[in-house]
Antibody, heavy 121, light 113 residues
Framework: EMQLVESGGAVVQPGGSLRLSCAGSGVTLEDYTMHWVRQVPGKGLEWVSLSSWDGGVTDYADSVKGRFTISRDNRKNTLYLQMNSLKTEETALYFC??????????????WGQGTLVTVSS | DIVMTQSPDSLAVSLGERATINCKSSQNLLYSSNNKNYLAWYQKHPGQPPKLLLYWASTRESGVPDRFSGSGSGTDFTLTINSLQAEDVAVYYCQQYYDTPLTFGGGTKVEIK
């Protein structure tokens, strides 16, 4: 059974840093472009970042560019999101999602359960 | 950025009746080289991750009941749930995957009347 398991969510102060992880089981993440998407409690979905299968291509939402870094370790079958200079408005549930190859790596066809990041003093 | 606008924000439908959700994009999502609309629909239950229902605007994901259907092209799209079931109570999102940043509609909450 395919699983994506996010971890690393925590309570952090504004301006702080956090690294999220997304571990795959029953799926080889190296085969896929992977994404991070977040959802502020009670609000909608916001795309955050993507990484191509080898990490050679990455992209970010303007709101996080320069502060967040996506990376992956395919030997560990794990995707990461390093988040720096966190803001209170970035309190959210952070999901990782795999993308379908046939849709140029942009169709999110399977999501993890998410990990909660709370930015608060 | 491509802006996705969903309507209505919420709707209440009787069991067995039809629910219709609209989604409008600020740019054309029809890619001319393959004649495909880069539009997906997701279902999200509370405490659960989004579940892919439809892609290419009208192709059902494997395992999705055929009461869910999608239509539209270009900038205007519709998700229809025929014969609403209790388990369909959820929030539905449209999303464009034509270009980054990937963008989602604001969501439509479907409830039972």
């Amino acid at each position: 059974e395919m699983q994506l398991v996010e971890s690393g969510g925590a309570v952090v102060q504004p301006g702080g840093s956090l690294r999220l992880s997304c571990a795959g089981s029953g799926v080889t993440l190296e085969d896929y472009t992977m994404h991070w998407v977040r959802q502020v409690p009670g609000k909608g979905l916001e795309w955050v970042s993507l990484s191509s299968w080898d990490g050679g291509v990455t992209d970010y939402a303007d709101s996080v560019k320069g502060r967040f870094t996506i990376s992956r370790d395919n030997r560990k079958n794990t995707l990461y999101l390093q988040m720096n200079s966190l803001k209170t408005e970035e309190t959210a549930l952070y999901f990782c999602a795999k993308a379908r190859v046939s849709a140029a790596g942009m169709l999110l066809d399977f999501w993890g359960q998410g990990t909660l990041v709370t930015v608060s003093s | 950025d491509i802006v996705m606008t969903q309507s209505p924000d919420s709707l209440a439908v009787s069991l067995g009746e039809r629910a219709t959700i609209n989604c409008k994009s600020s740019q054309n999502l029809l890619y001319s080289s393959n004649n495909k609309n880069y539009l997906a629909w997701y279902q999200k239950h509370p405490g659960q991750p989004p579940k892919l229902l439809l892609y290419w605007a009208s192709t059902r994901e494997s395992g999705v009941p055929d009461r869910f259907s999608g239509s539209g092209s270009g900038t205007d799209f519709t998700l229809t749930i025929n014969s609403l079931q209790a388990e369909d109570v959820a929030v539905y999102y449209c999303q464009q995957y034509y270009d980054t940043p990937l963008t989602f509609g604001g969501g439509t909450k479907v409830e039972i009347k």
